[in-house]
């Protein structure tokens, strides 16, 4: 196995005609945390939904380029994009619990679809999918009330923990602390940590600290394009480009 | 300046902008409230007059049979001897094979046009959908007889018969007109109601959830059914009714096909005649005072029970669609 869990090549992304995404190289290393930072609107979620093929869904939406998944094009024309979603799992901006759905039932939906019947497996999936995404205290109690009655920040640990059920080698997040508290952040960022003896993680930010506190390497987008990408130590403390010097310090964005 | 302006200039200063030659601003308002409030009002009005004649017509049937007029099987213009069952069972079995027939076939082409097809030729689809919503009853009443009952007579019973024969309601010979084919007729008729009405139940769907299943790992159909079809399930049974509700009340077509005969009749290949094809058929040659009057009877019977559906269908989809909009 090589040391490369994702490698993306010239990528871009369109909405109809709008090019959201002008062209992006990078590189995953396996075990790792990866941050994405950049001004509001400049195609961080555009760019991460294209790496499980969720971009596709909207409509008009238009992507070229590659990204390899050990290897291989996940935009090849045999690729199947349920395939490749079983290996990249996703945590969106929004959250987005399904309705009429209990906690329980939204949590382990994905082994379910996958085909786990037993329930013993599924309450052991639940446990554990809510432990690491730090909700289990908070509904352990109500597991059968709906996910959608939980609060906004829940509803996201929620999400988290969903994904985190079905186990994917590869995990998105979109901006996963956003709608939390600094605890309830600090825990998620805590699992980040742990996720990455197992996962590799790419995740989408506006918290400065945190990309720096939790991320192995930073990348720094504007308007669609890689500005700067390297070792978040290097970013954080010696930007090469004036741009990321700019915005990490708060000057520009 | 001030000593300039006399008394008799003020009094006569018709141009200032705050007071109009003859009707103000605000009258103007005025009669246009009184004269639209009017018109909701008549149309109200107009509702409740209804009711209220229909009901002064079916009252000496109200007095000669009182409730037995529900469930007597007896349909006599002869005789004067009236019951209304047979109508209220031709129309019950009629628009519920309807209903078992249009709501799959209904649901399926929302979903094929909301979900698989591009956006353009998904409402090129739509629109012929509902086109034949226009079509006038006559035409399929017509179609159903020269087309659809040989076609039934000659390619389903048979079908029907080596299949489920054993049932009683696929027994006896058919004829190609009877219930079954005005059971066809009305699904067919209903089709675009229940369709449109999905239509807009799953657009209002938010697309998030969706997202969410696919990206669990689900393929394009769990994640439809997941994300679309289950929180929209109360909605889609407001279409349905609503199509019920068309079905009960659908009168020309029906009656061109359905055999018109005030009969129970166990098999779906004998004739029947529902509530509107009985009163279309014989309000014309009806010569007596107490047959018009059990008409009018079947008539009023009718308007409460497709009211009430309307009524219901309306409010299950509203709430729906709210629900959707919170979401
Ligand atoms: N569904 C859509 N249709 C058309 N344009 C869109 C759509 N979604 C996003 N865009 C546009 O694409 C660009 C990138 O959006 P994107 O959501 O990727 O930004 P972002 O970096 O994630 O921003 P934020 O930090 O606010 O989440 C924006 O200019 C946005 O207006
Ligand atoms: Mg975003």
Known sequence: ?253 | MVEMVSKDNIENNTSSPLKKRGISYKQQDKIAFMILRGFALAIVLLLGLMIYQLFQASAPAIKEFGFSFIYNDFWNPIEDEFGALPFIYGTLVTSLIAILIAAPVSIAIALFINEYLPKALGNLLGLFVELISAIPSIIFGLWGLYYLAPWVKDSLTPILKSTLGFLPLFSGPSFGIGILTASIILSIMIIPTITSVCREVFKVVPSLQKEAALALGATKFEAIKLAILKPSFSGVMGAVVLGLGRALGETMAVAMVIGNSAEISKSLFGAGATMASVMANEYAEADSEIHLSALCLIGLLLFVVTFFVNFFARSITWKAKMRGKKV
């Open chain 1, 1 to 253: 196995m090589s040391d490369v869990v994702l490698k993306v090549n010239d990528l871009k992304a369109w909405f109809d005609d709008f090019n959201a995404v002008k062209g992006i190289d990078l590189e995953y290393k396996r075990n790792t945390i990866n941050a994405i930072i950049g001004p509001s609107g400049c195609g961080k979620s555009t760019y991460i939904r294209c790496l499980n093929r969720i971009h596709e869904e909207v409509a008009g939406a238009k992507i070229s380029g590659e990204v390899l998944l050990e290897g291989k094009n996940i935009y090849a024309p045999d690729a199947d994009p349920v395939e490749v979603r079983k290996h990249i799992g996703m945590v969106f901006q929004k959250p987005n619990p399904f309705p009429a759905m209990s906690i329980f039932d939204n949590v382990v939906i994905g082994p379910r679809l996958w085909g786990e019947r037993n329930k013993k497996n599924l309450e052991e999936i639940a446990y554990k999918s809510l432990q690491k995404a730090a909700l289990w205290d908070e509904v352990k109690d109500k597991l059968h009330q709906e996910g959608t009655s939980l609060s906004g920040g829940q509803q996201q640990r929620l999400c988290l923990a969903r994904t985190l059920a079905t186990n994917p080698p590869i995990i998105l997040m979109d901006e996963p602390t956003s709608a939390l508290d600094p605890i309830a952040a600090a825990k998620v960022e805590d699992l980040m940590m742990e996720l990455k003896d197992e996962y590799t993680v790419i995740v989408v930010t506006h918290n400065m600290q945190q990309a720096a506190r939790v991320a192995d390497y930073t990348s720094f987008f504007v308007l669609g394009e890689l500005i700067e990408h390297g070792l978040s130590s290097d970013i954080f403390t010696n930007p090469k480009n004036q741009k990321t010097e700019d915005y990490i310090t708060g000057r520009f964005g």
